[in-house]
């Protein structure tokens, strides 16, 4: 399951830890490595320079750059982004501020940030589709989503889905495409369409949340589970022989060991 809140938060302070996994091994997390580059705003020099203006921490606005390592593969990720101050408070009286500190906001990884980790079994056209998508998940909701919904597309062509009509020049919709998969398999034909209805706002100028992208994510990544991870094609196989046979597996597997050594 994605961690929808984690997604949905994410920035993380100068003077804490870093919890963020590595995109390359996915063992490790990532440290920074060395100083992050941090320069002011155009904004806020300009601000600076008005004499009769009382300058508050709050007009401050800066650009970041840096390096972060994996202590795990030793690999490298860059980012960058805005950085804004923040504060503490004292519990007991709110009144009371601690000093101040600067609070990272990333806007773009190289290489992106897995939402959701993409297995070896799922097919690569899609992936690459879905990797795409990672790269602008912090920068812009509606191509992110419109990315998600292309990935649907790509998937559906690795599902062996008509784009055109036999024999004509026809192309169907993405809508029809999904309705022809639903008579195979309506579960994820499902969950497709849902995805495809959050990618429609990001295509027609309808903005859409960081939320509903997590949404989205949460749902391409269940349809290539049920499709290509093999934990759950065999959790799949052994749900319907339970159904099939009205028992526990074991029982079904003590039957089928008693009948084939009773076999010549």
């Known amino acids: 399951m994605i961690n929808k809140n984690y997604w949905l938060n994410f920035n993380f302070r100068e003077d804490f ?38 300058f508050e921490i709050e007009d401050l606005e800066e650009k970041f750059s840096g390096l972060l390592s994996c202590g795990y593969c030793d690999d490298v990720v860059a980012l960058c982004g805005t950085s804004n101050p923040d504060h503490d408070f004292d519990e007991e009286d709110p009144s ?23 297995k070896p079994e799922y097919p690569s056209k899609v992936k690459k589709i879905l990797e795409a998508s990672f790269s602008i998940f912090f920068m812009d909701n509606d191509s992110c989503g419109n990315k998600i919904r292309i990935s649907i597309e790509a998937l559906l062509d690795e599902l062996g ?15 029809q495409r999904i309705l022809k998969y639903q008579t195979v398999d309506e579960r994820n034909a499902e969950l497709m369409i849902s995805i495809k209805w959050i990618g429609n706002y990001g295509s027609h100028d309808e903005s859409i949340s960081r939320s509903d992208l997590l949404d989205a994510y949460q749902m391409i990544n269940s349809i290539l589970d049920n499709l290509y991870d093999n934990q759950e094609k065999l959790l799949q196989v052994l749900v ?22 009773n076999q010549p």
């Open 240 to 261: 319907k022989k339970i159904n099939d046979n009205q028992k526990p597996a074991s029982k079904i597997i003590t039957i089928y060991n008693t009948n084939s050594n």
């Open 17 to 54: 830890p870093l919890d963020i996994d590595c995109p390359m091994c996915g063992q490790g997390k990532l440290q920074k490595a060395g100083d992050f580059t941090i320069l002011e705003t155009r904004n806020t020099v300009e601000i600076n320079k008005q004499k009769n203006h009382a």
């Open 96 to 118: 009371i501020e601690y000093a101040y500190y600067r609070r990272f906001n990333p806007e773009y990884f190289s290489p992106p940030l897995q939402i959701f980790k993409l």
């Open 161 to 175: 889905i008509d784009k055109k009509k036999p024999g004509t020049d026809k192309i169907y919709s993405l809508h």
